[in-house]
């Protein structure tokens, strides 16, 4: 009788420790002692895959053969090895009986009588739920033990980190690498001191021929820069069971070679994360500025010029005034002459569908030499005239200034507020012990005070934060002229890329109605303008603010 062999392993674990390998070896060893005949192509085998799952290479490749008639038995180690779900179980027996092709299980003493089969049929559904059981008492065992700090998984090949497990009844310990804990710190200051992006940083790194955290790469990657910026393990605070296994929207590979059809992650609520202290490498300060700069990193990247792109100086700015949408910029070649070609800036709801409206946008295409133009020579006049932000500023410092007054008689208001509803609680309570209220009538009273206190100390807050921020804003207007000198020389000599930074650093947006402009400037003035990037930054852990001030500028395009 020509037969074949099927064996699987679940795990890698299993497929290093040779647990495959004894399969194979008793199945064939079975299949001489019973004079069979066994084909070296119709070994079939399934490492590291689960039993769970009913796409599996080396099962596909036997179903197609038992289908093709290539063989009249086929012989397993144990049903479980087969499939660990039941239902699977059943569907395979079922498909090779009308092949007649004979399923024959090792480890299965029932016999192919009624009672047999269905004797197999619930050891399969005890399979089933064994595996379910196994995988609810693991999960349930790590997360108690990260929580007691005993399970530390994100130590295990964390960059920067050495893991020591547990030995001698001693708990798993995590030492910090000292060479790797120096490259992190280095990765760091590129982002916040210098600004750099991940591709920056990742040439750093190369040209500096320090060693990958895999030690298998020969290069760094972006995203590995990446995820070393965003952990938070180097703030202190490690994570886990914060993701789970979820189906994912788009796959790379064929659904054959997966190990798991759940290989995508998406976050769990916040409130099922487990916490627990690391070795911090950084300071909570600088972790907290490197995803400021990182955010920062990415609008920027979505507004710089790039070689490739056209050259429009305003480049995700220009919005149409009626309909709010932003204004792409596209090119146009007039009569088919390519020296004829100009650049426009379009509104994006001339496509209605692809920006979810209605109806088109009847707004007109602007010529972006014309509109760079415009929007150039108003940002140079204000750069350029003495007398222009300091008039805004004084305008500005005096509407602060009575804001400052009125929030000062407020905050006078809500103390005298508070020091009132303090003295009448305490007399409540005078009148308690003198027993002329009842206990009852007391505790509904202070509630309602206790609700008034707390809500007035809200309050307070809030207004000490706006005055806070009110003042703040005087030491930006200080900065402000030594800004304009600092700028205002060098105008002339920039090119189109420095234009471009500079338009970009100093324009929030620029609204196009009919044919009228509304710039919007900003003016980053949180400290002391420096005449280059090497001059001293500002004390680690400050994230630096940009505070909006708006002109309107109108001209004709």
């Not at 016999?111 to 349930?140: H, N, S, V």
């Not at 789970?244 to 997966?258: D, G, H, M, T």
């Not at 911090?280 to 710089?304: D, S």
């Not at 994006?348 to 707004?363: E, F, I, N, Q, Y």
């Amino acid at each position: 009788m020509q037969v074949a062999l099927y064996a699987r392993v679940s795990t890698p674990h299993q497929q290093q420790e040779g647990t495959i390998a004894s399969q194979v070896q008793a199945l064939p060893q079975y299949i001489h002692q019973q004079e069979w005949s066994l084909l070296p192509e119709h070994a079939y085998l399934d490492e590291g895959l689960s039993g769970a799952r009913l796409d599996r290479p080396g099962l596909d490749r036997l179903r197609d053969a038992a289908q093709r008639g290539e063989f009249d038995a086929v012989v397993v180690l144990s049903p479980d090895r087969f499939a660990r779900n039941s239902a699977h179980q059943w569907l395979l027996i079922e498909e090779f009986e009308k092949l007649h092709v004979q399923l024959i299980f090792l480890q299965n003493p029932f016999g192919d009588t009624p009672q047999g089969k269905l004797l197999t049929q619930m050891q399969g559904m005890m399979a089933e739920y064994e595996r379910a059981q196994i995988l609810e008492r693991t999960r349930r065992g790590r997360l108690e033990k990260a929580r007691r700090g005993e399970f530390l998984p994100w130590a295990y090949r964390c960059y920067g980190y050495h893991y020591l497990p547990k030995r001698h009844g001693c708990l798993p310990q995590v030492m910090i690498d000292l060479e790797e804990a120096e490259v992190v710190r280095h990765i760091y200051r590129l982002l916040v001191e210098e600004h750099l992006s991940c591709r920056q940083i990742t040439k750093r790194l190369n040209e500096a021929h320090l060693p990958t955290p895999s030690g298998q790469n020969q290069v760094w990657q972006p995203a590995t820069v990446r995820n070393i910026l965003t952990n938070h393990v180097y703030a202190g605070h490690a994570r886990y069971h914060y993701r789970q296994p979820s189906v994912p929207k788009y796959r790379k590979k064929a659904e054959a070679q997966l190990r798991s059809l759940t290989s995508g992650r998406r976050y769990r609520p916040d409130t099922e994360w487990v916490w627990s202290e690391a070795p911090a490498i950084l300071t909570p300060e600088v972790f907290a500025k490197a995803q400021l700069q990182l955010r920062r990193n990415a609008e920027a990247a979505r507004k710089m010029y790039q070689p490739s792109s056209r050259r429009s100086l305003l480049r995700r700015l220009v919005k149409w005034g009626e309909c709010g949408l932003g204004m792409g910029c596209s090119r146009d070649v007039s009569a088919g002459h390519k020296r004829y070609e100009y650049l426009y800036y379009h509104c994006k709801g001339h496509a209605p569908l692809t920006c979810g409206r209605v109806d088109k946008c009847p707004s007109r295409r602007v010529r972006a030499d014309r509109l760079d133009t415009v929007v150039w020579d108003a940002l140079c006049h204000l750069l350029r005239t003495p007398t222009l932000i300091p008039a805004l500023h004084q305008t500005w410092a005096q509407a602060k200034q009575q804001n400052l007054s009125a929030l000062a008689a407020q905050q006078g208001q809500l103390l005298q507020r508070r020091q009132r509803l303090e003295r009448q609680s305490q007399r409540l309570l005078d009148a308690y012990q003198a027993e002329i209220i009842s206990l009852d009538e007391l505790q509904s009273r202070r509630k309602k005070m206790t609700a008034e206190l707390h809500q007035i100390a809200q309050e307070l807050q809030q207004l000490t934060q706006t005055q806070q921020q009110t003042m703040h804003w005087q030491q930006v207007m200080d900065h402000a002229d030594t800004f304009r000198q600092l700028l205002g020389e060098q105008l002339d000599q920039l090119g189109f890329e420095e234009r471009q930074v500079v338009v970009q650093c100093l324009i929030s947006k620029v609204i196009l109605t009919g044919e009228e402009v509304d710039i919007y400037y900003v003016l980053p003035f949180v400290e002391a303008p420096q005449g280059s990037p090497s001059a001293t930054h500002s004390p680690e852990g400050t994230p630096g603010q940009f505070y909006r001030l708006r002109l309107a500028d109108r001209a004709r395009v």
